[in-house]
């Protein structure tokens, strides 16, 4: 199975920071990396498919990159919207698996 | 697109539950879907997936044996048939429709609770 490894597992941050959150496969996935938003009692929101695509109607604050092992989410401007919990997960083969998950607090 | 999941509830360890998701919106019968459950407090864990006939089906480690996924083209529902069911299944299950070429998962339920406790 193809384990993936986020981090920092939480990061403080103010409005307007920036962020960057990294997400490491344990072999290669090409680019079969998805990267998903969840906020307190919502079930998870697509943000990027195909490690760097964005989902419609996204923010362009929002950006992904990386293949092979390493990927990046990198949140530009940060929004007070923008303050929840973030997860990577690879599409490669199954069984999918999912980061432990990456806390955006507000410093 | 609309899920909407039913089902959940209480059950003591050992026991069985079938989880439904009632789907809207798309081409139910062309889109891979699968289900994701949460532990309170934990991070995301992918369960099974479906492909779209029906005839393939995925399952993660610790639900082989015990879970069975399947889905209806004709009434555009997606089950989730659990049993032996163990303390640690406790989650919150949502269903979730699969974007297509490895794009993940595009639209999720809302998610149904599953409490498995004497």
């Known amino acids: 199975d193809i384990q993936m490894t986020q981090s920092p597992s939480s990061v403080s941050a103010s409005v307007g920071d920036s962020v960057t959150i990294t997400c490491r496969a344990s072999?290669?996935?090409?680019?079969?990396l998805a990267w998903y938003q969840q906020k307190p009692g919502k079930a998870p929101k697509l943000l990027i498919y195909?490690?760097?695509s964005l989902e419609s109607g996204v923010p362009s604050r929002f950006s992904g990159s990386g293949s092979g092992t390493d990927f990046t989410l990198a949140i530009t401007s940060l929004q007070p919207e923008d303050f929840a919990t973030y997860y990577c997960?690879?599409?490669?083969?199954?069984?999918?698996?999912f980061g432990g998950g990456t806390k955006v607090e507000i410093k | 697109v609309q899920l909407l999941e039913s089902g959940g509830g209480l059950v003591q360890p050992g026991g069985s539950l079938r989880l439904s998701c009632a789907a809207s919106?798309?081409?139910?019968?062309?889109?891979?879907l699968g289900w994701v459950r949460q532990a309170p407090g934990k991070g995301l864990d992918w369960v099974s997936c479906?492909?779209?006939?029906?005839?393939?089906?995925y399952y993660t480690d610790s639900v082989k044996g015990r879970f069975t996924i399947s889905r209806d083209n004709s009434k555009n529902t997606l089950y989730l048939q659990m049993n032996s069911l163990r303390p640690e299944d406790t989650a919150i299950y949502y269903c979730?429709?699969?974007?297509?070429?490895?794009?993940?998962?595009?639209?999720w339920g809302q998610g149904t609770l599953v409490t498995v406790s004497s």
């Open positions: 979730a429709k699969g974007r297509g070429n490895n794009g993940g998962f595009d639209y």
């Open positions: 919106g798309f081409t139910f019968s062309s889109y891979v």
């Open positions: 479906v492909g779209t006939t029906g005839s393939r089906t």
């Open positions: 072999q290669g996935i090409t680019n079969w």
């Open positions: 195909a490690a760097s």
């Open positions: 997960q690879q599409t490669d083969s199954f069984p999918l698996t």
